[in-house]
C-alpha cells in the first residue's frame, strides 16, 4: 500500500485531507510542522507528499532539495495562498502538481489515481544492484552529479535541463499567466501537447477543462460540429443537440493541434472565434458566447503551410500571438539518459517489476539522433524493456547510431586518361559526350563511361563486436556496397533483408537493429515478398 504524507498547519484543513485522500487505499499520516514532515519521511517514506506553503515553522517550499525528502517521493503543493509565483516556482523545483484550496475533488483523486497501481516488486529506497563491472547502474549520486536532479531537469511535466529546454521555460512562465494565444510548432514527437497542458495547469484556468483535438484526425465532414457543436435535425443523424469542444471547454483552454489540417471553409470560422469570442452551432442561428484560451500547435512550417493553402494567412497572423518553438530532440541530446530513465521508471511502476539502464545503455541512447523525438524514445524504452529478461536493461535491443556513410571517389576508367579528361564529379547522362574532351582527340579512342560512384555503408562498430553482440558469423563483413542513383526504397531494403541475413533471420533482433517495431519489419518484408515465394529471405524464421 502506498503511503501518503499530509503537510498542513490547520488540524481541520489535515483532517478533511485526510478523509479525502481515504485510508482504506493508503496509509495516511499527517504532520503541522516541517520538522514533523522531516521526522515522518524518516520514519516511513512516502509516495506523495500532499504539502501546505504556509508552515509555522517555514516555507513549505524549504522541502524540496532537502536531503531528507526520498528521491522517490512526489510532491504535490496545497495552499490557500495561490499565486501565479509560487505555482510556477513549485513546478521548477520539481513539483508533481499544484492544488489551490478548498481542493477539488476531481483534481485530487486524478493525482491519487496515479498511484494505485501495483508496486509489488520495485526496489527500497535507496537500494541499488551492481551485476558487474560491465553493467555498472547509474546510482542516485551519479544523477545528482550529472544534473539531473529534480530542481534542474524538470517543469511539471516535461523533463530536461539542456539550454534548448532552459529558453522554452522561460517563454512558458512569461505566458502562462495571461490569456493570449500560443502557437507552438514544431516536429511530430517533440511534446507539443505535453506543452499546452503544462501551460494550463500554470494558468488561473487550472481548475477549469483542457480539451485536446487533433484537426487531421477528425473527418472534414464531422469537424465543424465537433468543435462548434450542432443542433437536433440539423444534418441526417443528429438525433440530440450537441455541444462543441468550444462549449464544452468554457472558461478553460482549448489546444487545437496540427492546425494546418483544418479545412479552409472552417478556419474562417475559427478566424471569426478568435476575433469575436462569439460562434453558432451548425443548424443554429443563435451566437452563443464563448471564454476559451486557445493554444494551436503544427508540425509543419506556418509559412510554408500558408504557401501551400494549408493555412490561412490572416488566421496565421492571429495565432501567432506568442509562437514558442520546441526544439527536436536531437537539439538537447544532454536530455536523454535523463528522459530514458523517466520513462523506465514509469514502465516498471505500471507493470510492478523493476529494471534499469546499464551505463554504456544510456550513452548509446545519448548517441542516437531520434528522428521520432520523445515518442520514439519513450517507444524504444518500452521495447527494450520488454524485451530484456533480465533486471538491468543493456544496449542490446536499443536503436544503434546512425550508420557511417563513406563515399567512395570514382575509378577513372583507362579511357580519360588517353583523351586527358579531368575525372568528372558526376556520371555523364547515357549517350552524352563530355564538353570537356578536345576536339582533336582521335575518334578510335574508347569512350567507355566512367563506373558509377558507390557508398559503403558500415556497421556502427567493427564487426567483431557486432558478432559478439548479435552472435553473428565471423566470415561476412557487416558493410553493404550501395551504388549512387539508388532510390531510397531500393537502399532500404537492401539494409533491412542485409540485417536479418546477419541477424539470422530472427526477426525481433532484427527490428531492434534498426530501431523499427516488428510489425514494421513484417510490413516491409511482406511488400518485399510481393507475393512471390522466394522474392525475399523473410520465410527463414
Known amino acids: 500500500m502506498n503511503h501518503v504524507l499530509i503537510v498542513d498547519d490547520d488540524a481541520d484543513s489535515a483532517a478533511t485531507m485526510r478523509e479525502l485522500v481515504g485510508v482504506d487505499r493508503f496509509s495516511v499520516a499527517v504532520a503541522h510542522t516541517l520538522r514533523d514532515a522531516r521526522r515522518q519521511m524518516a520514519m516511513q517514506p512516502p509516495s506523495l507528499v500532499l504539502l501546505d506553503l504556509q508552515l509555522p515553522d517555514g516555507n513549505g517550499m524549504d522541502l524540496f532539495g532537502d536531503q531528507q525528502v526520498p528521491q522517490d517521493s512526489q510532491i ?57 563491472a560491465a553493467f555498472d547502474q547509474i546510482t542516485p549520486q551519479d544523477r545528482t552529479g550529472a544534473g539531473y536532479c529534480a530542481q534542474e531537469g524538470r517543469f511539471g511535466r516535461l523533463w530536461g535541463g539542456s539550454a534548448p529546454m532552459q529558453r522554452l521555460y522561460q517563454q512558458m512562465e512569461r505566458v502562462a499567466g495571461t490569456s493570449v494565444t500560443v502557437f507552438l510548432t514544431g516536429e511530430s514527437g517533440t511534446g507539443k501537447e ?89 443548424g443554429s442561428t443563435q451566437t452563443l458566447q464563448t471564454d476559451v484560451r486557445v493554444i494551436a500547435a503544427t508540425n509543419r512550417c506556418p509559412y510554408e503551410a500558408v504557401a501551400s493553402g494549408k493555412l490561412r494567412e490572416d488566421l496565421l497572423y492571429r495565432l501567432n500571438v506568442f509562437p514558442i518553438e520546441l526544439p527536436p530532440l536531437r537539439e538537447r541530446l544532454t536530455d536523454v539518459p535523463l528522459l530514458a530513465q523517466h520513462f523506465m521508471e514509469a514502465i516498471s511502476q ?99 563511361a566512367p563506373i558509377p560512384p558507390t557508398i559503403t555503408a558500415h556497421a556502427p562498430a567493427d564487426h567483431a563486436h557486432a558478432a559478439a553482440t548479435y552472435d553473428l558469423p565471423d566470415t561476412e563483413p557487416a558493410t553493404i556496397q550501395l551504388p549512387i542513383g539508388m532510390t531510397m526504397a531500393q537502399a532500404e531494403r537492401l539494409l533491412i533483408q542485409a540485417t536479418l541475413k546477419q541477424c539470422k533471420y530472427q526477426k525481433e533482433r532484427t527490428a531492434a537493429v534498426l530501431g523499427i517495431s516488428l510489425k514494421t519489419l513484417y510490413n516491409r518484408l511482406r511488400d518485399y515478398a510481393g507475393g512471390k515465394k522466394g522474392e525475399t529471405d523473410a520465410e527463414h524464421g
Not at 476531481?106 to 494505485?116: A, K, N, P, W, Y
Not at 554504456?360 to 541512447?365: E, M, P
Not at 579531368?422 to 574532351?437: C, D, F, K, R, V
Open 76 to 132: 504535490v503543493l496545497v495552499t490557500g495562498h495561490a499565486s501565479l509565483d509560487s505555482s510556477i516556482e513549485a513546478l521548477r523545483r520539481g513539483a508533481m502538481d499544484y492544488l489551490v484550496k478548498p481542493v477539488g475533488i476531481g483534481r485530487l483523486e486524478d493525482i491519487l489515481s496515479r498511484f494505485l497501481i501495483p508496486t509489488a516488486g520495485l526496489p527500497e529506497t535507496g537500494t541499488s544492484t551492481v551485476t558487474g
Open 194 to 282: 505535453v506543452v499546452a497542458q503544462t501551460l494550463h495547469e500554470l494558468s488561473q484556468r487550472r481548475s477549469r477543462p483542457f480539451l485536446a483535438v487533433n484537426c487531421g484526425a477528425i473527418s472534414p465532414h464531422l469537424i465543424e460540429s465537433e468543435i462548434f457543436g450542432h443542433e437536433k435535425g440539423s444534418f441526417t443523424g443528429a438525433d440530440r443537440q450537441h455541444q462543441g469542444f468550444f462549449e464544452r471547454a468554457a472558461t478553460g483552454t482549448l489546444f487545437l493541434d496540427e492546425i494546418t489540417e483544418m479545412p479552409m471553409e472552417l478556419q474562417v470560422k475559427l478566424l471569426r472565434v478568435l476575433e469575436t469570442g462569439r460562434f453558432m452551432r451548425v
Open 350 to 448: 505500471r507493470e510492478g517489476l523493476a529494471k534499469q539502464f546499464t551505463a554504456s545503455a544510456l550513452k548509446q541512447l545519448a548517441q542516437y539522433s531520434w528522428p521520432g523525438n520523445v515518442r520514439e524514445l519513450r517507444n524504444a524504452v518500452q521495447r527494450a524493456y520488454v524485451m530484456e529478461p533480465g533486471p538491468l536493461v543493456s544496449q542490446e535491443w536499443l536503436p544503434r547510431p546512425p550508420v557511417a556513410i563513406v563515399q567512395q571517389p570514382a575509378p577513372v576508367h583507362p579511357a580519360a586518361h588517353a583523351l586527358h579528361l579531368p575525372q568528372m564529379p558526376h556520371m555523364p547522362q547515357a549517350g552524352s559526350m563530355p564538353m570537356s574532351a578536345p576536339l582533336s582527340a582521335p575518334v578510335s579512342a574508347p569512350l567507355t
